[in-house]
């Protein structure tokens, strides 16, 4: 163990942060806006957000902290217990295992394998929804769903790359 | 020792992300199954966050009343003339309603009629809308403690707006009319034909199960039957906003997407044939 006792638990703050945003962004995207419509197809920004600590940090965003911020995910938002924790496990696995892809590439081939992992887990999504209610489900909310989130990546992904640069490195 | 440590965490690694997904799965299940531990643990995630909700909501609403009032300003000479027409219509009806509720306790006595239970109303404010495109509910601030359990119908002063499927200590879920699990059994006002008002995640709800020589037309109002004791009777659900091929669509009297204060109503109806969990007729599916 190296440095003081202060010096341990500054470090330990710092590399949860890319859980305690993850969460923050869980609650962030379920409090209501009273925009019509808008609740459906509301921005996965709790994927952006697993999807780019991911790629950047993935020894800060172990398999247990997708699973709880999936789980609380579906408790807040009224998914069924499970979903989206299953997704958010799998998004980072198949996003860890990739990691050579993205790593030090442009910023545009990072956006077209978020786009790929979202649509994945959009589709999923549907299909796990449609197995748990059991009939057939209008997949076009998932869709304009998929549409926003990957259109608002790059902004989120710039404001996850400052807090990684200024306070993580 | 450490050449041998990356290999093994590897490993360990591995079986966890197989350990969670199995453990995911499990749980859907689980809960698909209502089980109380797992409904019981949700409830106590939902409670601890409901309060943090209640307060960062809080800008959003402010905000959003903001907006309102300032239309409100703008259109103050137009609503002023609306709500004059308004009124004075309004006390004719109440002329009516006097007339009619002076009749309705003359008949009753006549009758011996027993009159229907009194509803118990709970007010809570939305802190939480639904988390993606394939659900529709939304968390409310109040929960066990303030009278609010599973099942409770949940209204807004313009109709229905869906039910409790699960109650915390001081938050609470709504499943709204429009979501795919929904089913209200109601009546089509016109002709007093029973239904099944069956949501599929539209914004328009379907009518499913109406005898089959009904004549519906857009326009008619639909309202609870309190059929099943978990509704009571003659709330306001919505009216008939179109007839075809997609079958019946019901427009609901409530906006669902804006809301922020609702009511739930404790109401201790009288169970009639019909189970009395609403979700479950399995023919409804095929509809």
Same mark, same amino acid.
């Given at each position: ?75 807040? &938002? &009224? ?91 | ?157 313009? &109709? ?51 005898? &089959? ?75």
């Amino acid at each position: 163990m190296t440095g003081t006792f202060a010096q341990r638990l500054d470090r330990i703050a710092r590399n949860l942060l890319p859980l305690a945003i993850s969460i923050s962004l869980v609650v962030l995207s379920v409090l209501p806006v009273y925009l019509p419509g808008y609740g459906e197809v509301a921005a996965n920004l709790v994927l952006m957000s697993v999807f780019y600590w991911s790629v950047h940090r993935p020894e800060l965003i172990a398999p247990a902290n997708a699973f709880a911020i999936g789980l609380l995910q579906d408790v807040l &938002g &009224g998914t069924p217990p499970g979903m989206n924790a299953l997704l958010l496990v799998l998004v980072r696995s198949v996003v860890v295992t990739q990691g050579r892809v993205f790593r030090g590439k442009s910023f545009l081939v990072l956006w077209w394998g978020f786009s790929l992992v979202a649509m994945g887990a959009g589709l999923a999504l549907w299909v796990l929804s449609m197995g748990y209610a059991m009939t057939s489900i209008d997949p076009m909310p998932g869709m304009f769903r998929w549409a926003l989130t990957v259109a608002l990546f790059p902004l989120f992904a710039g404001l996850f790359a400052r807090v990684q640069n200024s306070v993580l490195q | 020792m450490l050449r041998l440590a990356v290999p093994l965490k590897a490993l360990v690694q591995r079986f966890a992300v197989l350990f969670l997904v199995l453990a995911a799965f499990a749980l859907m299940l689980l809960s698909k199954a209502e089980t109380v531990v797992v409904e019981r643990a949700a409830s106590t995630i939902s409670d601890i966050a409901a309060p943090i909700m209640d307060v960062l909501s809080r800008p959003a609403a402010s905000l959003n009343e903001a907006i309102e009032t300032a239309r409100n300003l703008a259109n103050l000479r137009t609503e002023n003339e609306r709500l004059k027409r308004e009124n004075a219509r309004l006390l004719a009806w109440q002329e009516a309603a006097r007339r009619l509720a002076d009749q309705n306790r003359a008949l009753h006595a006549l009758l011996d009629f027993k009159p229907d239970p009194q509803s118990r109303y709970v007010s809570a404010r939305v802190v939480g809308d639904s988390g993606g495109a394939f659900v529709r509910s939304m968390l409310l601030n109040a929960g066990k403690r303030d009278g609010v359990t599973k099942g409770q119908a949940v209204v807004t002063g313009d &109709g229905l707006v869906g039910r409790i499927v699960s109650a915390g200590q001081w938050s609470s879920r709504v499943l709204l009319i429009t979501d795919i699990n929904s089913r209200v059994p109601v009546i089509v006002e016109s002709a007093r034909d029973r239904a099944i008002l069956a949501g599929d995640n539209t914004n328009l709800p379907k009518l499913v199960f109406l005898p &089959g020589n009904t004549v519906v037309k857009p326009g008619d109002h639909v309202i609870t039957s309190g059929d099943g004791g978990v509704f009571p009777p003659g709330l306001p659900v919505g009216r008939v906003a179109s007839v075809g091929d997609g079958g019946i669509r019901v427009q609901p009297f409530v906006r669902l997407d804006s809301l922020e204060f609702v009511r739930t109503v404790d109401y201790v109806g009288v169970s009639t044939a019909i189970p009395e969990d609403d979700e479950a007729p399995p023919e409804a599916d095929k509809q």
